[in-house]
């Protein structure tokens, strides 16, 4: 791995912490739709680490989440109920960001913060190893 794929994967996994704890803050103050978008860009940038760190550059978001499903989920290299998190975290994100009347809940919000530390924590682990 070059030492400027290194550099982007731990710039990605930087900034994927700044923008979970940024979910944490929205979370907070009741900013559901918000909050969902910082879950979603806290996962897609661990997302696009790992795949930058397989030679893997795809260009838009729902690439990126093709070749996940197809190099890590449908090989099996990550727990399949990720793959379902990615893409309901990707669903979610667009609904709120472009959808009208889409309200969400802190009880639909709640358990995705557990969810997306895990599968963040998951995904560095996989990135950082070898």
């Known amino acids: 791995m070059s030492n400027s794929h ?14 979970y704890q940024d979910a944490i803050l929205l979370f907070e103050n009741k900013r ?3 909050c ?3 879950l979603y860009y ?3 940038q661990l997302v696009s680490a790992l795949m930058v760190k397989h030679g893997i550059e795809p260009k838009t978001h729902d ?7 197809q190099h890590y ?8 109920d990720y793959g379902k998190l990615y893409s309901q975290l990707f669903d979610w994100r667009q609904e709120s960001d472009y959808a009208e009347f889409v309200d969400f809940k802190k009880e639909d919000i709640e358990p995705l ?3 997306v530390k895990k599968f963040n924590s998951s995904l560095i682990e996989i990135i950082t190893k070898e």
């Open 73 to 80: 989920i449908k090989m099996k290299q990550i727990d399949i």
């Open 42 to 44: 806290s996962s897609f």
């Open 6 to 19: 290194a550099n982007y994967i731990s710039y990605r996994i930087e900034r994927s912490d700044e923008i």
């Open 63 to 69: 690439g990126l989440k093709t070749m996940f499903f």
């Open 36 to 38: 969902i978008n910082r």
């Open 32 to 34: 559901w739709r918000s």
């Open 113 to 115: 913060m557990i969810k």
